[in-house]
């Protein structure tokens, strides 16, 4: 009964979802709906290994990653408004395949780390928002500017404090042309799993996302 709920209202979310970016859509005909204009990057995620192995190598073991990054504004206002920034970052993981994170402006604390708060700058924090599933339970990704191109990306289940889980440098700027679709539920990390629900309420607004980018693009 309860999982019924919860998918219900999913799906319901995820309509209007769906919607609110068909919407903005019409508003701005020919141009993407979200996160319209961005700087892309080539960087390099260092990660140390966790100091609280969750039994996910890509968090509990030290390791690089090749990485190609999009910092934007999810609604494209003018600089002098606030808005929703985005980091989406993909990891190159060789024969293992790309995986994507997608992570915008929330606060950092147990309970706004999952609220999306509009900044009036790039110098927020910013998480996943919705968590994944992980060998112990619900975990969430965030990442903290550390200067104008280096984040510190961390870990933690939810409710529970952050733990490093790497650095992040933006190392070199990429032209428009390599502009990356990039979608966390179709790419997802080794070791991380999308949950249901979560995928329900995404699944909707991404598949309306995908399809209003590939019109604008003509």
Known sequence: MAFSVITTAADLAGRALASITSGIA?????????????????????????????????????????VTVRVSRAIGLPGRLPDVHGLAVRLHQGAGGDADLLLATTGWDPVTRHLLLPAWNAH?????????????GPVVIGARPVDVRGYELCWASVGGEWHVLGDLTLEMPLPDASEVDFDPVLNTVPGLEQYPWVERLREQSYATARRLRRASRG
């Open 26 to 66: 019409a508003l701005r005909p020919g141009e993407k709906p979200l996160h319209p204009d961005g700087e892309m990057y080539a960087g390099r995620l260092v990660r140390p290994g966790s100091d609280t192995p969750i039994g996910v190598p890509w968090i509990d073991e030290n390791g690089e990653d090749d």
């Open 124 to 136: 927020s924090p910013l998480t996943c928002l919705l968590p994944y599933r992980s060998p112990v």
